[in-house]
């Protein structure tokens, strides 16, 4: 080999690697923009309790303190919202058990929201989180319960759902419960 066929393969070579890398880091590219273009929310069911007069503790985890709440009848469900999305999100509907139900007229209305007061439909901006709670006491309907989680539906049609270890103990209490 001569030394321009050598140039022209070494030249053929480095323009095939960078037209390969070029393809893949357009193919990333187009990737994480449709990635950026979805709604993505994170959905934590959770229950809180008044630890004292004025503080509430809550916790997606069946610590004892929570589970002697729900046994006592003191506790509060509650879904943690939050929009990973890089865009706001609107929220429309927040419950438990299957979102399918609600479209039959069962539904579970969240009379209070934590940091931004009488604001419904509720409007999360990007990255961040809101928690929606039930009144006191209030336990959910055991039918509406054969899918362990919580959902929460968007405006724009978007239904993300999400569960904890929490609220399936919580489940398997009221579920001793209905047996009793």
Same mark, same amino acid.
């Given at each position: 080999m001569t030394g321009i066929e050598i140039a022209t393969l070494v030249t053929a070579i480095v323009g095939a690697g960078t037209g390969i890398g070029a393809?893949?880091?357009s193919i990333v590219n187009t990737l994480a923009q449709f990635s950026n273009n979805r709604v993505k929310l994170r959905v934590v069911p959770k229950i809180t309790y008044e630890k004292e007069k004025g503080i509430w503790a809550s916790s997606a985890?069946?610590?004892p303190d929570i589970m002697n709440a729900v046994k006592e009848k003191q506790h509060r469900l509650c879904v943690e919202v939050t929009n990973l999305s #890089?865009?706001?999100?609107?929220?429309?509907?927040?419950?438990?058990?299957?979102f399918k139900l609600l479209k039959d007229g069962i539904g579970i209305q969240f009379p209070t929201v934590m940091k931004k007061k009488n604001c419904w439909p509720l409007k999360l901006e990007s990255r961040e989180s809101d928690l929606l709670m039930l009144k006191?006491?209030?336990d959910i309907p055991i039918d509406l319960l054969d899918k362990h989680c919580a959902f929460v539906a968007?405006?724009?049609?978007h239904i993300s759902y999400g569960? #904890?270890?929490?609220?399936d103990a919580y489940v398997e209490e009221l579920k001793k419960e209905s047996e009793n």
């Open positions: 393809l893949t880091l985890f069946p610590f #890089s865009f706001a999100v609107t929220i429309q509907q927040v419950g438990f058990g299957k006191t006491g209030r968007t405006e724009c049609g569960n #904890s270890g929490v609220f």
